[in-house]
C-alpha cells in the first residue's frame, strides 16, 4: 500500500520521519493504574473520594452486588445494595442467561451496551468468556442495525461528537473529555457504515464496537480508548427527515470546509495526546479515505481498517488457504469483485506479499490480480476515467463486461468479494470458478450478512462441496451430501486489536506496510492442523486473546526492526510482554 500512497505524497515515505510531523503533547498514567497487578488495591476515584452513591454510577469502578463487606463499610455502600454478596462469576452467568432470553438481535445489543454503561468490567468479562456467541451482538452484523437506528436507541453518549459548530474549537472539545491518557482513537464521519451507506452521526456505532473489541480482544485498557465521530452532515434524505435524527441537519460537507474540520482534528489529537496515539480511520467513503492515509500517514501513527485491517485479515485467510488448495501464493490468479478502498487495499497488500517471496518488484506482482468493478473488468483502455487508487490495476487485456465472463476469462484460482452488493456470487459464477479449479478459495467478505456476495450453503451446495469458503459475516456449518462444512470469518477482529495493541507497547509512532504483513503471518501460523481438517482458514476466536498477543508481538518487533519503535529497551520476549500489558476485567479490590 505504501507504494501507492507515496504517489499521493510527492514520494515521501513514513520511514521518512520529517521534523514538521513533530508535535509536542501527551500525558502520562500518573496514577500507576495501567501497571498495577490484579492482588494490588487500588482506589476508585480519580478527583476525589467515591461516596457509594455516586461509586455505583461510575460503570469504571461499578461491582453491583459484588462489592465485599468491608468495601461497603469502607465506600459508604450500607443501604445502597441488597444484603447478599456474590461473585463476579455468578453475575457472569445471570448476564448471559438474560442476554439469551432475548429473541431479536437488537434486543440483545441494547442490553449488552446497558451492561457497558453500568458495569464496565462485568461486560468485558462476558464479552471475554463468550466472544464467539457475542461478537455477532456487540458487532457486526448486529452493530449495522444499531447505527441505523441509533437515534431511537440513543440513551446516553458513549464518545465525541465533533461537528461543524466546533470548528475552531475541536481542542477545546478533545479537552472535555475526562480521560487524559488516550492510546487509541477510532474516528469515523459516517459516511460509508458497512455496506449500509450514509448514516451520519448515527454511525457512531462503528466506532464504540471497535473500541469494545480493543479492550476485549487485544487487551488495550478502556479508559486508553476514545470514540469519536465527525459530524459534518449527511446526504441520506431518510434521516434528515427522521425527528429521532442526532446529527446536523444539512448536506455533507465537502472540499475546503470538509479538510479544514479535519486537520484541526488531526493536529488537535497530537497536541492533546501525543505522537504515540493511534487514530483508526473508520467506514470513511472512498475519496476520503485514501486521501486522509496519504496525507496523515507521514504525520501520525494512523491506520485505516477498511483498508488495511481487511487486507491484512483476508491476506492471512489466504495463506493459510494454500495449505487446503495447495501450492504457494505466486501460482495463484485473484480476481476481486469490488475495486473500493477494502478490494484495492487487500490487492495491494497481497501483491505486497508475492514481492515479498519472489523479490520481484510489484509492478509485475499485481499482474496477478485483477479486479472488476461496476463497469466490468479492469483494464489499461479504462486508465484515464479511473479513480488514481484503480489505476495500478489496469492490466493490458480486451474489456469484459461482466463478472460471469471476467470468471471466464481470467480463470481465477481465487474469488474475492468486496464490493458491498449482496447475492453477486451467482450459481453461474460459482459452477464456473469450480469448473476451472479443484478446490477454489471463495471470499465474500461484504458485511453486513443481507450485502454478502453470498451465503456459505450457496457457496457448497453450488460448487458440490469443492470450494474452500471465508465470509465478512458469520455463517453457520452447512451440511452437503452427509458432510458438515465450516467456513471462516474473515473478520478484521482477528487482526486490529492485536495489531494496535503491538504498536501500543513498542511505543510505535508510523505504521508500515511490513508491519501489516507482519500481522497476516502471525495470524495464518495460528490455525492449527484440527482447524485445517474442518476446512477453516482462521483460527476459532475462543483463542483471540492468544492469537492477539502473537499478533503484537510480530507486529512490535517489526517495529523496532524498523526504528519506529520509542519504547526502550525492547523487551526480550515480545509475547510474554504482550499478555502482561493485556487489561483484565476481573474485578479489582478497592481500600
Not at 492510546?183 to 471497535?210: A, H, N, S
Amino acid at each position: 500500500m505504501e507504494s501507492t500512497l507515496k504517489a499521493l505524497r510527492d514520494g515521501e515515505s513514513v520511514l521518512d520521519l520529517s521534523p514538521r510531523s513533530i508535535v509536542s503533547g501527551g500525558v502520562e498514567d500518573v496514577y500507576g493504574e495501567d501497571c498495577a497487578t490484579e492482588d494490588q488495591l487500588v482506589t476508585p476515584w480519580n478527583f476525589s473520594v467515591a461516596s457509594g452513591y455516586s461509586l455505583l454510577r461510575d460503570p469504571q469502578y461499578n461491582k453491583g452486588l459484588a462489592f465485599t463487606e468491608k468495601e461497603r463499610d469502607a465506600h459508604y455502600l450500607r443501604g445502597l445494595l441488597p444484603p447478599t454478596v456474590t461473585s463476579q462469576t455468578l453475575q457472569e452467568k445471570q448476564w448471559i442467561n438474560n442476554i439469551r432470553q432475548y429473541q431479536v438481535p437488537l434486543q440483545k445489543y441494547m442490553a449488552m451496551m446497558e451492561l457497558q454503561e453500568t458495569n464496565e468490567r462485568l461486560f468485558y468479562k462476558l464479552l471475554v468468556e463468550n466472544v464467539e456467541e457475542l461478537l455477532p451482538v456487540v458487532y457486526t452484523p448486529t452493530v449495522g442495525e444499531a447505527c441505523q437506528k441509533y437515534g431511537s436507541i440513543f440513551k446516553r453518549p458513549q464518545g465525541l461528537y465533533i461537528s461543524l459548530k466546533e470548528k475552531g474549537k475541536v481542542l477545546e472539545v478533545l479537552k472535555n473529555w475526562p480521560e487524559r491518557s488516550i492510546q487509541v482513537i477510532v474516528v469515523t464521519d459516517g459516511e460509508r457504515i458497512l455496506g449500509l451507506g450514509d448514516l451520519g452521526c448515527q454511525g457512531m456505532g462503528i466506532p464504540v464496537g471497535k473500541l469494545a473489541l480493543y479492550t476485549a480482544l487485544g487487551g488495550v485498557r478502556p479508559s486508553a480508548c476514545l470514540p469519536i465521530t465527525i459530524d459534518v452532515g449527511t446526504n441520506n434524505e431518510k434521516l434528515l427527515n427522521d425527528e429521532f435524527y442526532i446529527g446536523l441537519r444539512q448536506k455533507r460537507a465537502t472540499g475546503q470546509e470538509y479538510s479544514e474540520l479535519l486537520q484541526e482534528f488531526m493536529t488537535a489529537v497530537k497536541q492533546n495526546y501525543g505522537e504515540k496515539v493511534l487514530v483508526q480511520f473508520e467506514d470513511f467513503a472512498n475519496h476520503n479515505a485514501f486521501e486522509l492515509l496519504a496525507k496523515y500517514g507521514t504525520t501520525h501513527l494512523v491506520f485505516n481498517d477498511d483498508i488495511q485491517g481487511t487486507a491484512s485479515v483476508v491476506l492471512a485467510g489466504v495463506v493459510a488457504a494454500l495449505k487446503l488448495i495447495g501450492g504457494n501464493l505466486c501460482d495463484h490468479t485473484f480476481l476481486f469483485l469490488g475495486a473500493g478502498e477494502a478490494g484495492t487495499g487487500i490487492a495491494e497488500l497481497i501483491a505486497l506479499e508475492i514481492s515479498k517471496q519472489t523479490k520481484k518488484p510489484i509492478e509485475e506482482t499485481r499482474k496477478k490480480i485483477w479486479l472488476v468493478d461496476s463497469k466490468g473488468l479492469i483494464v489499461s483502455s479504462r486508465k484515464d476515467s479511473l479513480q488514481h487508487f484503480k489505476k495500478p490495476w489496469a492490466h493490458e487485456h480486451d474489456p469484459v463486461d461482466s463478472l460471469l465472463n471476467a470468471v471466464k476469462v481470467i480463470k481465477p484460482t481465487v474469488l474475492i468479494g468486496s464490493s458491498g452488493v449482496g447475492k453477486q456470487f451467482t450459481k453461474e459464477v460459482i459452477e464456473a470458478v469450480t469448473s476451472i479449479n479443484d478446490k477454489p478459495l471463495i471470499m465474500a467478505l461484504s458485511n453486513p450478512t443481507s450485502q454478502s456476495e453470498c451465503t456459505a450453503e450457496e457457496a457448497y451446495h453450488w460448487s458440490e462441496g469443492r470450494a474452500i469458503f471465508a465470509s465478512g459475516s458469520p455463517f453457520d456449518p452447512v451440511e452437503y451430501k452427509g458432510k458438515v462444512y465450516y467456513s471462516g470469518q474473515a473478520n478484521n477482529a482477528y487482526i486490529f486489536p492485536g495489531f494496535g495493541l503491538g504498536l501500543v507497547i513498542s511505543g510505535a509512532i508510523r505504521v508500515h506496510d511490513d508491519m501489516l504483513l507482519a500481522a497476516s503471518e502471525a495470524l495464518a501460523k495460528q490455525v492449527s492442523e484440527e482447524n485445517y481438517k474442518k476446512g477453516l482458514t482462521y483460527p476459532p476466536f475462543s483463542d483471540i486473546r492468544k492469537i492477539s498477543a502473537n499478533i503484537a508481538a510480530d507486529v512490535a518487533a517489526k517495529a523496532y526492526e524498523l526504528g519506529l519503535a520509542t519504547r526502550l529497551p525492547r523487551p526480550q520476549n515480545l509475547v510474554k510482554y504482550a499478555e502482561s500489558c493485556m487489561y483484565s476485567p476481573v474485578y479489582r479490590n478497592y481500600r
